[in-house]
């Protein structure tokens, strides 16, 4: 069985950053996929940003070169590095893991820009 732990959410003031890290308890055979995805109140979920076993990486539009996604194979895990945030980024962000068969999500950490 295999958890994803996520952390680094909190408050943080706009224009300022924060990194959130998500943790496999195990290795997933044959990840080839690794993402972020992001929901707030009354909003459809939205991929963030995503990392392939390559190191291709791909981010929604809105991110505009604020966000970085990265991956760390020792630790099984998988980065965002948020700058210059908004209060729009305000949203509950997961944690997504993929191989060809199966597929991971971590429970969500909170993300608020404050104003």
């Known amino acids: 069985q295999v958890q994803l732990v996520e952390s680094g959410g909190g408050l943080v003031q706009a224009g300022g950053s924060l990194r959130l890290s998500c943790v496999a308890s195990?290795?997933?055979?044959?990840?080839?996929?690794m993402a972020w995805y992001r929901q707030a109140p009354g909003k459809q979920r939205e991929l963030v940003a995503a990392?392939?076993?390559?190191?291709?990486?791909s981010y929604g539009d809105f991110v505009k070169g604020r966000f970085t996604i990265s991956r760390d194979n020792a630790r099984r895990a998988v980065n965002l590095q948020m700058n210059s945030l908004k209060s729009e980024d305000t949203a509950v962000y997961s944690c997504n893991m993929n191989s060809l068969s199966r597929s991971y999500w971590g429970q969500g950490t909170q993300v608020t820009v404050s104003s």
């Open positions: 195990r290795d997933i055979f044959g990840v080839n996929k």
């Open positions: 990392i392939t076993s390559g190191g291709t990486t």
